[in-house]
Structures are given as structure tokens and as C-alpha cells.
Nanobody, 114 residues
Framework: QVQLVESGGGLVQAGGSLRLSCAAS????????MDWYRQAPGRQRELVAT???????KYADYVKARFTISRDNAKNTVYLDMNSLKPEDTAAYYC????????WGQGTQVTVSS
């Protein structure tokens, strides 16, 4: 079955960087778009970035020029490189796949201190 396992979250100071990883299994990774979402306490889950099967990327305005989504099809892994982190980036970050159903990882917590 589909499994998405995120890692790489943690506590970082404002201005710092983190790299999130999402290891995928149970489906043909290379032909599917992948997304990163985030959810802060008391807020709705929101789309952060998307990467197509061919590597085309889209970003939410609030992370453009700071975050980079990428994928390694040989490793069935999607990444989110986050730079110039701000306290408002504090959230649980989730890997997402949409097939016939929506699939989510368990999330990884990112906390940015001021």
C-alpha cells in the first residue's frame, strides 16, 4: 500500500535552514506529482509546493525564493529545502500524493524560533 514517510523537521532559529525528506513506496513514484503541505495550530492545512513528474515546480507565494521542492526518482524521495526560515513557517509539514484517493504522511514538525 502507499506509504509516505517524512523526516528532517526540527527546531531552528529564524534565518536558518532545514531539509525535509519524504520517502515514498507502494506506487509508481516517477510518474506522479508530489506535494508538500503544512498546518499550523488552529489553521487549515495549506499547500506549500508541488513538483510534477517531470520536475516542474510551483510554490505558494509566501515561500517563493526561500523554499525549493525537488525529487529523486531513483530514491523514490521528494525533498523540501527551506531557507531563510521565519517564525511563521512553524507548522507540521506533510507529504501528499493524490491518486484516486489522497494520501498523507504522518508529518514532521518544523519550529522556527525568533
Amino acid at each position: 500500500q502507499v506509504q509516505l514517510v517524512e523526516s528532517g523537521g526540527g527546531l531552528v532559529q529564524a534565518g536558518g535552514s532545514l531539509r525535509l525528506s519524504c520517502a515514498a513506496s507502494g506506487f509508481i513514484f516517477s510518474i506522479n506529482p508530489m506535494d508538500w503541505y503544512r498546518q499550523a495550530p488552529g489553521r487549515q492545512r495549506e499547500l506549500v509546493a508541488t513538483i510534477s513528474s517531470r520536475g516542474r515546480t510551483k510554490y505558494a507565494d509566501y515561500v517563493k525564493a526561500r523554499f525549493t521542492i525537488s525529487r529523486d526518482n531513483a530514491k523514490n524521495t521528494v525533498y523540501l529545502d527551506m531557507n531563510s526560515l521565519k517564525p511563521e513557517d512553524t507548522a507540521a509539514y506533510y507529504c501528499h500524493l493524490k491518486l484516486r484517493n489522497d494520501y498523507w504522511g504522518q508529518g514532521t514538525q518544523v519550529t522556527v524560533s525568533s
